[in-house]
């Protein structure tokens, strides 16, 4: 397609389950990006991939988070147990290769809500 | 400890009226970005900035990076109910920084104009 794909949109879950968040970059970007937004708020930083290169993890929050990336590009974030604070906007974005200076295409965000 | 410091977090405005957000940090950048954001959306890039002093302008929004690449500002001309939204500004660290490749987000500033 000719943005990034999240999916899917919202999501409710009780506290404990496991969720899984998918991102469909655009095509051709070597780049992968996952942040976590609350309400209203900046944007924080959770894992970057680039390339076939080794991922940037330092922004998960816990051991409960992961995230991977196959064939270098459907990106999969996955939550386990879930908590009441991991409610949030998780926003994925993606960049074409070389152009460290560009801007990020964000996609439209996963609504999780965990109750 | 934010490495990006986002002032004013919110601003209510009547319409024709201009504004400016600013954007500070004591870390150096390689770029600095300015996002919008609606709600239910995720940000689109506004401007990038590269060069330290160097001014954009996009119809009545205009930009500045500082000449020290530590700060930036975004200055809005006449503002229009159409501008209410949440503008957050993001920056790349230098190469030798171990963020490089990654952006880094202010905590955004909410922006309201009324008719």
């Known amino acids: 397609g000719a943005g990034v794909s999240q999916s899917p949109s919202n999501k409710v879950t009780e506290k404990g389950k496991d969720v899984e968040l998918r991102c469909d970059p655009i095509?051709?970007?070597?780049?992968l990006y996952w942040y976590r937004q609350s309400l209203g708020q900046g944007l924080e930083f959770l894992i970057y991939?680039?390339?076939?290169?080794?991922?940037?993890k330092s922004g998960l929050p816990s051991d409960r988070f992961s995230a991977e990336r196959t064939g270098g590009s459907v990106s999969t974030l996955t939550i386990q147990r879930t908590q009441q604070e991991d409610s949030a906007v998780y926003l994925c974005?993606?960049?074409?290769?070389?152009?460290?200076?560009?801007?990020?295409?964000f996609g439209s965000g996963t609504r999780l809500t965990v109750v | 400890t934010q490495l990006l410091e986002q002032s004013p977090q919110f601003l209510s405005i009547q319409e024709g009226e201009n504004l400016t957000v600013y954007c500070n940090s004591s870390?150096?950048?390689?770029?600095l970005q300015w996002y919008r954001q609606e709600p239910g959306e995720g940000p689109v890039l506004l401007v990038t900035?590269?060069?330290?002093?160097e001014v954009k302008k996009l119809k009545r929004l205009t930009f500045q990076f500082g000449d020290a690449r530590k700060d930036s500002s975004l200055h809005i001309t006449a503002a229009q109910p159409g501008d209410t939204g949440l503008y957050l500004c993001?920056?790349?660290?230098?190469?030798?920084?171990?963020?490089?490749?990654?952006?880094?987000f202010g905590q955004g500033t909410i922006l309201t104009v009324h008719p």
């Open positions: 974005a993606s960049r074409p290769p070389g152009q460290i200076n560009y801007g990020y295409t």
């Open positions: 900035v590269v060069t330290g002093g």
């Open positions: 870390s150096v950048f390689s770029s």
């Open positions: 991939f680039q390339g076939n290169s080794a991922p940037d």
């Open positions: 993001a920056g790349e660290l230098n190469a030798g920084g171990t963020s490089y490749g990654k952006l880094t």
């Open positions: 095509s051709g970007h070597t780049a």
